[in-house]
């Protein structure tokens, strides 16, 4: 027993080798470095945006367009507000938008509440033919809406720019996902409250999609708020342009006030952005919802 202690003693011990601590930092650190190489090429153009908005358009020219602000004109903004007329743009925008949203929601809620909880005649061929919708460009029935409006009277009006909007196959087939996800066991025990259809509809069924139909609202929000082709041929009128068609008018003035263009560009994406930056994780959840089970 002695001479094994002694043997033992004698056997060197060797030092612990960091040799994966270290790749485990290199592999991080190469992943940091990859995010932030890709941070700055996704944000380059939106500096590049914001510097050709602020400099003098002429100035900026003779310059060589640097990298940096060359006689920067810190009003821009306000003219293209008020003397662009950015605002009136982001008004009928606004109002559009809305009215698209609230009624591509109802309709969208109840068309899937009807796919995913009834039973009818025909109902697979049918929602087969809605998803089909989907494959149809705006450009195939542009013109027969477009004659269809202006027979109703509907040219620059509200109606005329929402109309061919109020319902869509996409938010009918995200909400119909998410309905499909929740127990039928639900819905039994409450027709056994005395539930109808539309009382389960908006007290269970809605809460519990509830991630689907926020990233449906942000997607048909998105849709509405940069429409080009449509509001383009719905109005005639300089008072009814949208967002987009006011800027598409902004680029066809001067050169030496094309950053008035590029201002109006910058006030027409801050409501995206801002509906990216807080509702992100809705959208997140909404369209990974169902993907993972278990």
């Known amino acids: 027993m002695a001479t094994d202690q002694a043997e033992n003693a004698h056997v060197p011990v060797e030092p612990v080798r960091s040799d994966s601590g270290l790749r485990r930092h290199l592999v991080t650190f190469g992943w940091y470095a990859t995010l932030v190489a890709l941070a700055l090429v996704i944000l380059f153009p939106i500096y590049m945006l914001i510097l050709r908005a602020i400099s003098s358009p002429i100035a900026y020219i003779n310059a060589g367009q640097p990298l940096r602000l060359v006689e920067p004109e810190w009003d821009i903004f306000s003219r293209a507000w008020t003397d662009a007329g950015m605002a009136r743009a ?40 809605v998803i089909g919708t989907l494959l149809l460009p705006i450009e195939v029935t542009l013109i027969a809406n477009v004659r269809t409006i202006r027979d109703l009277g509907w040219l620059n009006s509200v109606q005329g720019l929402s109309f061919p909007f109020l319902a869509t196959a996409l938010g009918i087939f995200l909400i119909r996902q998410g309905f499909m996800a929740v127990p039928r066991d639900l819905r039994d025990a409450a027709t056994l409250d005395g539930f109808g259809h539309l009382g389960f509809l908006f007290r269970v069924a809605v809460p519990l999609a509830k991630p689907v139909i926020g990233s449906f609202l942000v997607i048909s929000f998105l849709s509405a708020w940069n429409q080009y082709v449509w509001p383009r041929n719905a109005t005639d009128s300089g008072s009814w342009q949208t967002v987009q068609i006011a800027l598409r008018t902004l680029t066809t003035t001067r050169i030496d006030e094309i950053n008035v263009a590029f201002a109006g560009a910058i006030i027409a994406a801050l409501p995206l952005v801002v509906l990216l930056v807080f509702f992100q994780r809705q959208m997140v959840r909404g369209l990974t919802a169902g993907a993972v089970k278990g």
């Open 90 to 129: 982001m008004l009928v925008s606004v109002v559009i938008t809305a009215v698209i949203m609230t009624a591509q929601f109802i309709t969208s809620v109840l068309a899937a509440y009807a796919f995913a909880f009834m039973e009818f005649p025909l109902k697979k061929l049918m929602f087969a033919v």
